[in-house]
């Protein structure tokens, strides 16, 4: 089970790019690397730096250590399904992309791990951005208001509930079905009864 959370306060940069793919995340030819050496170096590698591996000073998750919130464009995280584009961020200490849209596959994996996929409105999202500027600033996350503040501008933003409770609870999609192991016996028992025909027969 992973750490659950409710609230967070930490260094946000914009992203100020659209279609952001998992390739982009985390080009394949680092995947072959253990998870267990961490991908945060091989996050957004390919924008981060130049052909000698050197960081490109001005690309915003460059201006300094310690960014935890990305606001970013449309279509985060669309491409292949590769969860490892997940482990990247989460291995470089993002906990929350804010974004007008996701990939559907990546933002059911972000869950899974503890990362928070929050979808704004375009309008805000541009807002939110205008606001931050092109350097680093604190915002403030609260899952349980679906909430992203800046001083003193706050503004929604969109999570499915079943991703909300997964987030502040630690769970994965296995510890979320746990939740109703009590009802899933009771229909397994009273199904073994009314269909038995249907059921495994016991070992002689």
């Not at 906990?95 to 704004?120: E, M, W």
Request: hydrophobic residues 40%; without cysteine.
């Amino acid at each position: 089970m992973m750490a659950g959370w409710t609230r967070h306060k930490g260094r946000t940069v914009v992203l100020p790019l659209d279609h952001v793919d998992t390739d982009q995340l985390i080009p394949a030819r680092f995947m072959s690397v253990p998870r267990s050496e961490g991908y945060g170096d091989y996050l957004l590698h390919d924008l981060r730096r130049d052909e000698t591996g050197d960081l490109h000073p001005a690309f915003p998750l460059n201006r300094e250590d310690g960014i935890s919130i990305l606001v970013a464009g449309h279509h985060f995280g669309t491409g292949s399904s590769r969860e490892a584009a997940v482990y990247a961020l989460v291995d470089a200490g993002i906990r929350a992309v804010v974004a007008p849209s996701f990939g559907d596959i990546f933002a059911g994996n972000a869950v899974n791990n503890g990362l928070l996929p929050a979808r704004i409105d375009p309008e805000h999202a541009a807002l939110l951005a205008e606001l931050l500027g092109d350097g680093a600033a604190d915002t403030h996350i609260d899952l349980e208001r679906r909430q992203i503040a800046h001083g003193e501008t706050v503004l929604p933003f969109e999570l499915d509930e079943s991703w909300r409770t997964k987030l502040i609870n630690g769970w994965d999609d296995i510890d979320l079905t746990l939740q109703h192991a009590a009802a899933i016996d009771r229909f397994r028992n009273n199904r073994s009864q009314t269909a038995s025909w249907a059921w495994p027969a016991a070992a002689d």
